[in-house]
Antibody, heavy 119, light 113 residues
Framework: QVQLQESGPGLVKPSETLSLTCTVSGGSISSYYWVWIRQSPGKGLEWIGHIYYTGSTNYNPSLKGRVTMSVDTSKNQFSLKLSSVTAADTAVYYC?????????????WGQGTLVTVSS | DIVMTQSPDSLAVSLGERATINCKSSQSVLYSPNNKNYLTWYQQKPGQPPKLLISWAFTRESGVPDRFSGSGSGTDFTLTISSLQAEDVAVYYCQQYYGIPRTFGQGTKVEIK
């Protein structure tokens, strides 16, 4: 059974870049879309974007070009960078796997990691 | 963006009674060429990530009890828990995977009365 684990700093200063990595174990990163989702009390669940194992991406336009995702198939990891963060970016960040194929639900999730934006 | 609106925001149901959650999308999530609704339901318990319950509006995931059922098509969907159990206390979310960005409903909190 595939498992996902987020890692990265829990505290980021305003205007800096949030960086998170998701490590996939128990399965290959190949042939799937990999997703970042965040959850904050004010905005509920928000899809940040996804990356295919080949590196092609699709991001939420609401994040106005601040998002970059990457994938490292040799390490079975994918990553998220969110630049110019503000307090509004404080949330629990989840990585997830989209079921194999396009336009499908998310069938495996990491436990989530809380990122707080504060000076 | 496709806006997903759930109702109610919360509900309290007696053990063994039926719980019904509604989800409405701002545009149809039915893809005519394959006649499938790109709509899923998740269950989230405190301190846990969401868990996939139902996909394609009514297809239960493996291991999900049959007291959970999904229905609806186009823009209006329902999640029904036919006989609420204590372990069903959670927040339930609908989500569309028809368009980009993927969007979620605001969640419905189910509690025991």
């Amino acid at each position: 059974q595939v498992q996902l684990q987020e890692s990265g700093p829990g505290l980021v200063k305003p205007s800096e870049t949030l960086s998170l990595t998701c490590t996939v174990s128990g399965g290959s990163i190949s042939s799937y879309y990999w997703v970042w989702i965040r959850q904050s009390p004010g905005k509920g669940l928000e899809w940040i974007g996804h990356i295919y194992y080949t590196g092609s991406t699709n991001y939420n336009p609401s994040l106005k070009g601040r998002v970059t995702m990457s994938v490292d198939t040799s390490k079975n990891q994918f990553s998220l960078k969110l630049s110019s963060v503000t307090a509004a970016d404080t949330a629990v960040y989840y990585c997830a796997r989209q079921r194999r194929g396009e336009n499908l639900p998310f069938d495996s999730w990491g436990q989530g990691t809380l990122v707080t934006v504060s000076s | 963006d496709i806006v997903m609106t759930q109702s109610p925001d919360s509900l309290a149901v007696s053990l063994g009674e039926r719980a019904t959650i509604n989800c409405k999308s701002s545009q149809s999530v039915l893809y005519s060429p394959n006649n499938k609704n790109y709509l899923t339901w998740y269950q989230q318990k405190p301190g846990q990530p969401p868990k996939l319950l139902i996909s394609w509006a009514f297809t239960r995931e493996s291991g999900v009890p049959d007291r959970f059922s999904g229905s609806g098509s186009g823009t209006d969907f329902t999640l029904t828990i036919s006989s609420l159990q204590a372990e069903d206390v959670a927040v339930y979310y609908c989500q569309q995977y028809y368009g980009i960005p993927r969007t979620f409903g605001q969640g419905t909190k189910v509690e025991i009365k």
